[in-house]
């Protein structure tokens, strides 16, 4: 009983970490809201670049696609974040510019969103896929310009096919900002590591920032539930009606 007194207050005292590690689970969240909403609109336009321009935006689709999901995430991570960075800078001193220090937050949001979206790229592909070829035709029959086809058909009919991949990669977006602590990046599990280093309750800190993770894991998974279950709204009524 001593230690878990003394685990509780190195979380929850006056003097104790769990500021540290709410912080971290605050930076957490806005980075893989950021990157996940970078990869939806990466993923979109590279789902349609794919299917319906072709070419060389549909070759450079194809080619990041495979790229992104054949190298482990870290070493994109590392690449992306210092290579890049690198790149960026020589590239600003080459047309006269000055170096400048790119926002950690925004290099995060940046880095992990570029892995979601050739993920996201694929999930969508597939989820227009699964559209009756026959409503696309019809909204191309009454006139409907691609903007208004993609609004009034495509993603109606395409998101319940799309939410359970969708789905996935948000929670694999919350798990994947861990690995931006390799590069200094202030998240949860950095947070959960200075803590633990300087107090040694190792146990006490990992499993503080497991049921954090767990949290999220859990809310967001009914969250997707309850949009999933909106999206097929109009499907499970036509069922019925069949059976």
Do not use: C
Request: glycine share 12%; hydrophobic share 50%; no cysteine.
């Amino acid at each position: 009983m001593p230690y878990f007194s003394h685990a509780l207050d190195l979380l929850l005292g006056d003097t104790g970490w769990g500021r540290n590690l709410l912080f971290g689970l605050l930076r957490t969240i806005e980075i893989a809201l950021g990157a996940y909403s970078l990869g939806l609109l990466i993923g979109l336009v590279g789902a349609y670049g794919k299917l319906y321009v072709g070419g060389a935006v549909g070759n450079f689709f194809i080619l990041y696609t495979t790229l992104v999901r054949a190298v482990p995430e870290l070493i994109l991570i590392l690449m992306l974040y210092y290579a890049g960075t690198d790149l960026l800078n020589q590239f600003l001193i080459w047309t006269g510019y000055g170096r400048v220090d790119i926002n950690g937050l925004a290099a995060g949001v940046l880095v992990l969103g570029l892995v979601q979206g050739a993920y996201s790229t694929e999930v969508l592909r597939g989820a227009i896929q699964a559209v009756p070829q026959g409503q696309i035709e019809a909204g191309r029959a009454y006139g409907m310009h691609p903007l208004l086809l993609l609004r009034r058909i495509t993603l109606p009919a395409m998101l319940p096919h799309a939410i359970p991949g969708l789905g996935n990669l948000w929670l694999t977006a919350t798990k994947d900002t861990t690995l931006l602590a390799v590069v200094g990046f202030s998240e949860l599990a950095l947070e959960t590591r200075q803590a633990a280093g300087v107090t040694k309750a190792y146990f006490a800190f990992f499993s503080a920032a497991g049921a954090l993770y767990y949290a999220i894991s859990i809310l967001s998974i009914l969250a997707i539930g309850k949009i999933d279950r909106w999206a097929r709204r109009g499907t499970d009524v036509q069922k019925a009606r069949v059976q």
